[in-house]
């Protein structure tokens, strides 16, 4: 079965396109967030070349809100089209191909994320710890790799490292019961702020 995964959570963006254990192709890029001419070109040129996929997994962040939602309506209207089975999973679970391993990344507001994964899937819910927190929890981990995908230069002993689509879709076809299925949304760290109207002042 043709699997075609892709994520656009974090500054460099991602897809790749397999067949069972066979990768037929896969694309990385420096992913700007305003312009995502580069994925749609990558995207055309994959299903040009290779055909339409038969299931799509995307991957949900926790990141680029932007990105995301661009990446979950890419595959939304790729479904309509191909009729392709429509999955996602988090994104942190193509860091790393380890069992376990930590992900740290900003959530803005000064605060940083927390989270360790454990077979491709959360462990616990992502915490949102202070940066002094963050230091004093990173600090007690000794065996278990951790990485990020932002530049945080004042946390050590942190990789530096970007989700792969090939990974995603590696997990997607060993762990098919932890896929989120359609309607897809990105995963937040907060609830989402929604401005609502003031009262009208008649005159």
Wanted: aromatic share 8%.
């Amino acid at each position: 079965m043709k699997l075609l995964g892709f994520d656009l959570s974090t500054r460099r963006g991602t897809i790749a396109l397999v067949n069972g254990g066979e990768i037929l192709c896969a694309r990385d890029w420096p992913n700007d967030r305003r312009n995502s001419a580069p994925f749609f070109a990558a995207l055309d040129e994959i299903i040009r070349e290779r055909g339409a996929p038969e299931a799509i997994v995307v991957g949900l962040g926790p990141g680029s809100y932007t990105g995301t939602r661009i990446a979950i309506s890419a595959a939304i209207g790729l479904q309509a089209t191909t009729g392709a089975a429509l999955t996602g999973l988090s994104s942190l679970s193509g860091i790393s191909e380890e069992n376990e391993y930590i992900v740290i990344g900003d959530a803005k507001r000064a605060s940083f994320f927390f989270a360790t994964i454990s077979g491709g899937l959360f462990a616990t819910e992502p915490e949102l710890l202070s940066q002094n927190e963050m230091n004093e929890r990173i600090s007690s981990i000794t065996t278990i790799p951790i990485y990020t995908s932002d530049e945080l230069r004042h946390f050590t002993a942190v990789q530096l490292r970007f989700p792969s689509a090939r990974l995603l879709c590696q997990r997607a076809q060993r762990f098919p019961q932890n896929l989120a299925r359609a309607p897809l949304a990105p995963i937040y760290l907060r609830e989402p702020h929604i401005t609502t109207p003031g009262p009208v002042q008649l005159r």
